[in-house]
């Protein structure tokens, strides 16, 4: 039953309002892209990189409308699984979307695990060769993979102390950097200047770097899931979401203006903590050397904690509803945490961690790229589902866009996902290995249920 708010009865306690709503949705944001995909950005347009983010944004803007219809609608705490599922009906695709999210959590914590190690070798003082940082990034997957068993989960408190960390360290390289600009330390018009690389034009350049610069902007659509434990989430979502999606939109792009005025974009591209670099160079008489590489790794790591929870509990609830072998559904009797879908997920992510290990700056592209290009399609799905679920009326008001935009956003997302954005081949190959894996573990579920089809329960695949 619906109340007249339009906030449904749930077993769970709600406890998020606008504040806290707001704070999760900017720290789900904020982290691995920015701290350190900058470069790469960069690289792809020259001192324009900001434009890469400002595109990002409105696409993310686009989708971000049919999420809030479709929160709004069905405020239940299942994401683009549910929606999907509502839309369209077909058990196989509901399983697709969910195995892709799941993927999705898998290369963004493995990215995060390479940016970390990174940053982590430059707390220290070492040179670290690519070989140096996939050992240290199989090492800090393995200590959230114990964390992760443990039973350990975020609460509120800590979510609002990491995303206050990983604010500070933005709102740090804002503020010295425009310090240095206004102090002459800057060549500001390298700002509005296009470096191209030499196959490619401004436009395929443009497109190239915002599918990379995407991966910054991922983030605000877990907050849906937050529906079931949010106050009144028809009136607080829609203004929480965009407020949270501007701020971030706003501090990406002047992130990205300061780097690109203090640093040359050649040498912005090829290094794996490009922000530690900016503040460096803008303060060179501070001790930033620690204290910013400390910054990014807090920011990095909440990130593959998260990421590899939600990773381990999707893959646990899809067993658990029979559309996957059963053996992943197994719970440790003491810590009462699925112990073998994390060691699953665990050797997932280890895995692309060693394979895609050229270097630290291009592993992070690649995992970065590929989970923005998981995440563009479940998005493109999400948009058209929104249309599909016009016809189906719900007896409370919701949030209701303009049809122009999910159709806008589907269309973004379809064309941020094609070859003709210039990405990279590894990023197609991994994830096309990945959903291979899943399709294949689907014919298994089915070659072992062929007395019972499976069934798929959206709303109760984050249950443990």
């Not at 709102?171 to 102090?183: D, E, R, S, T």
Request: proline share 4%; glycine share 8%.
């Amino acid at each position: 039953m619906a109340t007249t708010e339009g906030q449904e009865h749930t077993p769970l306690k709600r406890v998020m309002g606008p504040k806290l709503l707001l704070l999760f949705i900017i720290g789900d944001i904020l982290g691995t892209g920015v701290y350190a995909l900058t470069g790469q950005v960069a690289a792809e347009v020259g001192g324009a990189a900001w434009l890469p983010f400002l595109v990002a944004f409105a696409v993310a803007l686009l989708t971000a409308f049919s999420y809030l219809e479709l929160v709004t609608k069905y405020p239940r705490a299942a994401g683009a699984a549910l929606y999907v599922h509502k839309a369209f009906g077909v058990h196989f695709l509901t399983f697709i979307v969910c195995f892709t999210v799941m993927c999705s959590g898998l290369t963004s914590a493995s990215t995060a695990s390479n940016a970390f190690a990174a940053n982590l070798f430059r707390a220290m003082g070492i040179e670290a060769d690519s070989g140096l940082i996939t050992l240290g990034a199989v090492g800090f997957m393995l200590l959230v993979m114990i964390i992760n068993f443990r039973g350990v989960s975020e609460s509120v408190k800590a979510n609002v102390v990491l995303t206050l960390i990983e604010l500070s360290g933005l709102l740090l390289v804002i503020g010295l950097g425009f310090y240095a600009i206004a102090g002459g330390q800057a060549d500001f018009s390298r700002v509005v200047a296009f470096d191209t690389p030499e196959d490619k034009s401004v436009f395929l350049a443009v497109t190239s770097a915002t599918a990379l610069a995407f991966f910054a902007m991922v983030g605000f659509e877990d907050s849906v899931n937050m529906a079931e434990e949010t106050h009144d989430p028809h009136r607080i979502f829609p203004k929480v979401m965009l407020t949270g999606l501007g701020i971030t939109a706003a501090i990406y792009v002047l992130v990205s203006i300061c780097a690109v005025a203090l640093i040359p974009v050649g040498e912005l591209a090829a290094s794996s903590t490009p922000l530690v670099l900016v503040v460096q160079r803008a303060a060179p008489g501070l001790p930033m050397d620690t204290i910013m590489p400390i910054i990014s790794m807090f920011a990095v790591a909440n990130s593959a904690l998260i990421n590899m929870m939600m990773a381990s509990r999707l893959l646990y609830g899809m067993s658990r509803q029979g559309v996957l072998p059963t053996f992943l559904a197994r719970v440790h009797e003491r810590t009462r945490t699925p112990w073998a879908a994390i060691l699953f997920t665990t050797a997932l992510a280890v895995a692309l961690i060693v394979l895609v290990s050229n270097t630290d700056s291009q592993a992070i592209r690649a995992l970065g790229g590929t989970t923005a290009l998981l995440l563009l399609g479940v998005f493109a799905f999400v948009n058209v589902a929104v249309l599909v679920l016009r016809r189906d009326r719900v007896e409370h008001e919701h949030f209701r866009i303009n049809t122009v935009f999910p159709w806008l956003g589907a269309i973004a997302c379809v064309f941020l996902v094609t070859p003709l954005t210039g990405r990279d081949v590894i990023q197609y190959q991994v994830a096309g290995w990945l959903l291979a894996l899943g399709v294949v573990m689907w014919g298994v579920t089915l070659l072992t249920h062929r007395k019972e089809a499976p069934h798929l329960d959206p709303t109760k695949l984050n249950e443990d």
